[in-house]
């Protein structure tokens, strides 16, 4: 939030509740990019937007059984979360695995060539194993750390116990790490 | 392991702010407003009945005067309906229902998979017809007509209305929904398919019993309609 937009999301939420759609208009400015984010990263390709939409809008529809006391970005993000596996489940089983991360490519080279193509080497290698994880541990690192949201909004983002988010990302992690080392070698 | 947790971490980290993401589109606030200023687009009818209960709670709390300019959708009794929008009423001839044929009513009772009732204030229908495989069984009287239908696993009827708004009703404890305006109203397939257009309904009485969908259209008065509705044996 910044200095010109003084709204915060609980008053936000409670005018949007009261039918004040410019209301809920700064909601959606303010979340737009992180909603996204999440719909791609997690595999909505070349839909994110259109699910990005469809999520506002059912947030929207759905706002009387948001809990005020709790925040609103993680409760969005999970009807983004639910509405892009709509979108994959809808496109069938094979694509939706080889859909995942399509398109997350690294930003191409900066400085030294030689630095930038041992690190965009491992990068490659890191990021091809991220996406031959398993679904939920892939969610759950994807969640953590390239959407870099808390281990409790990735429980809720994801619709599980923080002690599954824990447990799916360690594991998660320590397959990455057998991966990317074991090729150093 | 050679680094440690919070390394790989933190390289992790970096790697997803490296990643190429295309740029969020620019006009998502322009996009929203007018997906909800828009009808509920027909695709999204596919609904159990726990939401059709959710959506009745949200039928009760929102229908205050000022928000003709925001489309409500409610679902109600395995009905769609499709508030504020002032859209054009369908006129012409009406269509019939998907594969409708007449039957007697002991046959239709037989044909469908849910108990058919009839009013005792209307005595026996002058006619009954069964359709869409036995998903609709429509009893006529004279200018009047009771539809019941399979009401509990998607919504089966979408009708667009302008204002005023239907009105929340009860037929015995039962909740039920006035809507005493002229309507479209189509019929969504049991296979799914394109909604088909049926004509223009005139006022309706919508109400759920057990799993059946009940809706009683042809009579003039919401107290006419519930003393009617509530005699069904």
């Known amino acids: 939030m910044n200095a010109d937009d003084p709204l915060t999301d609980d008053d936000a ?10 209301a809920y208009e700064t909601l959606v400015s303010r979340y737009t990019a992180i909603a996204h984010r999440t719909a791609f990263l997690l595999g909505a390709g070349n839909e994110a937007e259109d699910v990005v939409q469809e999520a506002f809008v059912k947030a929207y529809r759905h706002l009387r059984s948001f809990r005020r006391d709790s925040a609103f970005r993680p409760w969005l993000l999970r009807i983004v979360a639910n509405e892009t596996h709509n979108a994959t489940r809808s496109r069938g089983r094979r694509a939706d695995l080889s859909v995942r ?41 994807v969640c953590r750390y390239f959407l870099q949201l808390s281990e409790a909004e990735t429980a809720e983002v994801l619709g599980c116990p923080v002690g599954s988010v824990k447990s799916r990302t360690h594991r998660g992690l320590r397959r990455l790490r057998e991966e990317v080392d074991r090729e150093l070698l | 392991m050679n680094s440690s947790d919070d390394d790989f971490e933190a390289e992790l980290r970096a790697l997803g702010e490296s990643l190429h993401v295309p740029p969020p589109p620019g006009d998502m606030s322009a996009r929203v407003l007018a997906a909800l200023e828009e009808p509920k687009p027909r695709f999204t009818t596919k609904r159990l009945v726990a939401v059709v209960a959710a959506f009745l709670v949200v039928l009760v709390a929102a229908t205050p005067q000022g928000r003709a300019a925001v489309a409500e959708v409610l679902r ?71 539809d019941q239908y399979d009401g509990t696993l998607r919504d089966v009827w979408n009708k667009q209305l302008g204002e005023p708004f239907p009105q929340p009703a009860r037929v015995g404890d ?55 509705a509530a005699s069904v044996r």
């Open chain 1, 13 to 22: 939420v409670g005018r949007a509740l009261s039918g004040d759609l410019g």
């Open chain 1, 101 to 141: 991360l399509e398109g997350v490519r690294e930003p191409s080279g900066p400085e030294d060539p030689q630095d930038t193509a041992v690190a965009g080497d491992r990068s490659a290698r890191l990021l091809a194993a991220v996406r031959a994880l398993p679904d939920r541990e892939r969610e759950a690192v």
């Open chain 2, 174 to 228: 039962l909740a039920a929904m006035w809507i005493p305006q002229k309507h479209g109203i189509e019929y969504l397939p049991k296979g799914g398919g394109r909604p088909v257009s049926l004509r223009l309904a005139g006022p309706t009485l919508i109400w759920q019993s057990g799993g059946v969908g009940l809706r009683l259209e042809g009579v003039a008065t919401l107290d006419e309609a519930t003393r009617i």
């Open chain 2, 76 to 146: 109600f009794a395995g009905v769609e309906i499709e508030v504020g929008t002032s859209g054009p009423l369908p006129s012409g001839s009406p269509s019939p229902l998907p594969s409708e044929t007449s039957a007697a009513l002991a046959e239709a009772r037989r044909m469908v998979a849910f108990p058919l009732v009839v009013p005792a204030a209307l005595g026996e229908p002058g006619q009954v017809r069964v359709a869409d495989g036995g998903q609709v069984v429509s009893m006529y009287w004279d200018g009047v007509r009771l």
